[in-house]
Structure formats: structure tokens, C-alpha cells
């Protein structure tokens, strides 16, 4: 038999292309049959602290020392002198009842002085005054969602920016986490 060698040429062409077109059908087939979804195991949410600085504001009555009209307490003064002279005045007889009516007045006059300024002092006016300070209010921020999954065999972990359901979708071989704007992933 007599075998063309442009025959066998053709032979062995044609087997390494059968060859070849079996191995891409394969990887093909495979690729096919990749699930489309991975299974969701668990969900959990993640939030973050917010703190929202704001202006609080209220009305709080404050006293202050009314205003002294007599700052050098001279009625108190003249008051307790001429109390302390007509008290001093009644005591003794004489040279006595003059040194006491003295000393009387002396004493009711620092007395007088005294009490007024103590009067003074416990004198006070209330008014309102309009205080503000900044406060941080706290809030809770959802950022995403910590999903574990099992895709192809294998167990992951992502975060996703929706929350998913039973299944996550997959696309080209790769779980994905984010959201399309339809709200579908």
C-alpha cells in the first residue's frame, strides 16, 4: 500500500485539531455549567457611629448683686450712731452718761454700718440669660452587609452594599456585591 505523504500530513493535522476543538469544548462545557449564584449562608449588618455635632440652646436664670445705691452705707451708719447715742444716752449719769452716749454712738454706727452692708449683700435680681453650647447627637449609619457564602465548593466572605437573599449572583466566574441601579445585581 502505497500511503500519500500529503494523506498522513492531513492525518495528523486533522487529529491535533480534533484534539484541540475537544479540549476548548471541555473548558467550555465547564464554563457553561458554572453555577450562577452563590448560596448565602449568613447576613449581617455593619453599621458605623454617627456623631452629628448641634447647637443646644436655653434660658437659665442667673442672680446677680443689685445695684448699691448708698456703697458707703451712710444711713446704716447715721441709723446705728443715732441709735447707739439714744441707747447710750440712757446709762450712767454725768461725765459717765456723755462717754457712754460717745461710745453709743460709736458702736451703734459700726453696728448700723454692718447690717446694712449685709442687707446689701443678700440683695439680689435674678435675671435670664441665653447660654449655648455644641452637643454630639449619636446616630447609626448602615454601611453594608457582611455576607458569608458558599460558591463552586468554597466558603467566602464579602461585603455587599444590598442586602442579598438566598443566593448572591455571579458573573464571569466572581461573586458580586454591588447593586446596579435597577436595584438587581
Known amino acids: 500500500m502505497n500511503v500519500d505523504k500529503s494523506m498522513l ?18 473548558t467550555g462545557y465547564k464554563t457553561m455549567t458554572k453555577p450562577a ?16 455635632p448641634h447647637e443646644k440652646c436655653e434660658d437659665i436664670a442667673v442672680q446677680h448683686q443689685a445695684p448699691v445705691k448708698d456703697e458707703k452705707r451712710i444711713a446704716g451708719s447715721v441709723v446705728g450712731v ?3 447715742g439714744l441707747l447710750g444716752s440712757t446709762v450712767g449719769g454725768g461725765q459717765g452718761k456723755t462717754l457712754a452716749t460717745v461710745a453709743g454712738a460709736a458702736a451703734g454706727g459700726y453696728a448700723g454700718n454692718r447690717v446694712q452692708k449685709n442687707m446689701q449683700e443678700k ?5 435670664s440669660e441665653h447660654r449655648c453650647k455644641t452637643v454630639n447627637e449619636k446616630s447609626q ?21 444590598f442586602k442579598p437573599g438566598a443566593t448572591l449572583p455571579v458573573k464571569d466566574g466572581q461573586v458580586v456585591t454591588t447593586a ?3 436595584g438587581k445585581s
Open 37 to 52: 449564584f452563590a448560596e448565602v449562608v449568613s447576613v449581617k449588618e455593619v453599621v458605623e457611629t454617627v456623631l452629628t
Open 123 to 127: 440683695d439680689v435680681v435674678t435675671t
Open 180 to 182: 446596579t441601579v435597577d
Open 82 to 84: 443715732l441709735a447707739g
Open 141 to 161: 449609619k448602615l454601611v453594608g452587609y457582611d455576607v458569608s457564602y458558599r460558591f463552586d465548593g468554597k466558603d467566602g466572605v464579602a461585603r455587599t452594599s
Open 9 to 26: 500530513k492531513g492525518i495528523a493535522l486533522g487529529g491535533i485539531a480534533m484534539v484541540v476543538l475537544g479540549a476548548g469544548a471541555v
